[in-house]
């Protein structure tokens, strides 16, 4: 297992730990943001980060590993591929999250839900949702990184290499757009 200053120097390390001012998914405003697709562009810090997850739901009888598009399509692969299982994601299909390209999953099918970074937890509570719809357990939720640190519960046992509190604002309550000084970038996927 990884510990928080290990963690925290393969994030620095990648660039993945930026400082800004930055548009979040969520759409709340930020002055630090984890760009997680800079962290896992080098294979042996993905393989690390995701072994600190595998490590945690080893004894879980997880069958399959999914995760949402984009932020958890690596994620999802390299925790499927240690703890040698399949592993697929879920993307959005007319704005809502669904299982395309052939995915499927089953009733009572053990599912780990596993993503980059949450804020609120949007993507990941939607997999979940989605799971739950096919009839399949999720018996757990692994994240690279919580930004939440800890706040955002999702239900089933719950584990992260990283958390960390990162302020966030909504827009009209943001500090940085008030100050004017620093411009805003939307660094995300979406």
Request: net charge neutral; with cysteine; proline share 4%.
């Amino acid at each position: 297992m990884l510990t928080r200053d290990e963690a925290l120097r393969i994030f620095r390390d990648s660039g993945a730990l930026m400082s800004g001012h930055f548009l979040l998914t969520s759409g709340r405003h930020s002055d630090h943001y984890i760009q997680c697709a800079q962290v896992l562009k080098y294979p042996h810090y993905t393989e690390a980060l995701a072994s600190h997850l595998a490590g945690k739901f080893r004894d879980d009888s997880i069958e399959v590993v999914v995760g949402p598009a984009m932020g958890g399509i690596i994620v999802s692969y390299e925790v499927g591929r240690q703890l040698q299982v399949p592993a697929i994601f879920a993307e959005r299909e007319n704005g809502k999250m669904a299982l395309r390209r052939g995915f499927n999953l089953y009733p009572n099918q053990r599912v780990l839900v596993v993503e980059d970074v949450i804020t609120t937890g949007g993507s990941v509570q939607e997999v979940i949702e989605l799971v739950k719809e096919h009839g399949a357990e999720v018996v757990g939720v692994g994240v690279l990184v919580d930004r939440s640190n800890g706040a955002v519960k999702f239900g089933p046992k719950q584990c992260q290499v990283l958390s960390m509190e990162v302020r966030s604002w909504n827009p009209d309550e943001c500090l940085l757009c008030k100050e004017g000084r620093v411009p805003l970038t939307k660094p995300g996927s979406r």
